[in-house]
């Protein structure tokens, strides 16, 4: 059970050294009236120092700018053994390793 364990963090640790970010640097449009925060794709404006999630994103404003990373990993960006391939649930922003053959079964990286 703690090799599970082992895994399952693992895996964690994989899925997040292969989120895809994207980083927008802050616009100082008049020097006098210079921004509150971020403002996200949806005009939304976001203090300095806050974070946020929305449709499996993480995002983070600072005085440099807004940085998004996606909390699930690309089918490209992870190494997936032949027989196994990568479950992506969008709704719940995770994912998981499973065997081609037996898709209720975890498959773990060699």
């Given at each position: 059970?703690?090799?599970?364990?082992?895994?399952?963090?693992?895996?964690?640790?994989?899925?997040?050294?292969?989120?895809?970010?994207?980083?927008?640097?802050?616009?100082?449009?008049?020097?006098n009236?210079p921004?509150k925060?971020?403002?996200?794709?949806?005009?939304?404006?976001?203090?300095?120092?806050?974070?946020?999630?929305?449709?499996?994103m993480?995002?983070?404003?600072?005085?440099?700018?807004?940085?998004?990373?996606?909390?699930?990993p690309?089918?490209?960006?992870?190494?997936?053994?032949?027989?196994?391939e990568?479950?992506?649930?969008?709704?719940?922003?995770?994912?998981?390793?499973?065997?081609?053959?037996?898709?209720?079964?975890?498959?773990?990286?060699?």
């Amino acid at each position: 059970m703690a090799s599970l364990r082992v895994f399952v963090c693992l895996l964690g640790l994989v899925v997040l050294c292969h989120s895809q970010c994207t980083t927008r640097e802050l616009v100082v449009k008049d020097p006098n009236n210079p921004p509150k925060g971020c403002v996200d794709d949806d005009g939304q404006q976001h203090e300095f120092d806050s974070t946020w999630e929305k449709d499996c994103m993480e995002c983070s404003c600072s005085t440099n700018g807004m940085s998004c990373c996606s909390k699930v990993p690309e089918p490209n960006t992870v190494e997936i053994p032949e027989e196994c391939e990568l479950i992506v649930d969008k709704k719940a922003c995770s994912a998981k390793m499973v065997l081609k053959s037996d898709k209720t079964k975890e498959c773990s990286p060699t």
